[in-house]
């Protein structure tokens, strides 16, 4: 069933969940270590950019992406025969396409659990600093209109009219 993620119900729903998950803006700590010569945490920082972004990609490199059910994800290019992958990490060593990284505007110190879900979308989640680091790739707008957040809302079941609804 597809949802209307940013319905009046579901906005509130996705508010919550990142009010309970989402912790503080790390920006300003990152300019003042930065500003001040520390350099303890330079390593981790510079892991959370070499996130590949595997979806870019594929899209950079007109392949065309058909999601199954079964027998994982169809990929296909004009100068290759379609094949299956169970992952765009797969299809893009498959093809050995050269790898677009994850452009990071904002950096938000998350809950684990929100980590490991952003993780698995393939967002730049690094621990770093005592904190779980997510690299944001959009700023601007409120974090619960991403579409990782509508994602993660919708495998929790707990958009409007389904079986954890939040509302």
Known sequence: MKHD?????NQA?????????????????????????A??????YDD??????????LEYNDVTVTPRDENGTLYSTDYQTAFTADTD??????????LEYHEILEYWAIS???????????????????FTVW??????????LDDQISQIAEGMEI?????NDWS
């Open 89 to 98: 990490q797969e299809a893009c060593e498959e093809l050995g396409l050269d």
């Open 5 to 9: 993620y940013n319905s009046p119900a």
């Open 135 to 144: 690299g944001r790739g959009c700023s601007g707008q409120a974090i619960m």
């Open 39 to 44: 350099s303890s945490w330079q390593e981790e």
């Open 112 to 130: 684990a659990y929100l980590g490991e879900k952003l993780g698995a979308l393939g967002e730049p989640v690094q621990e770093m600093l005592g």
């Open 159 to 163: 958009l409007e009219g389904q079986a």
């Open 48 to 57: 959370l950019h070499s996130t590949p972004d595997y979806a870019k990609t």
């Open 13 to 37: 729903i996705k508010s919550e969940l990142v009010a309970r998950e989402v912790i503080s803006n790390l920006g300003p700590v990152f300019t003042f270590l930065s500003e001040n010569g």
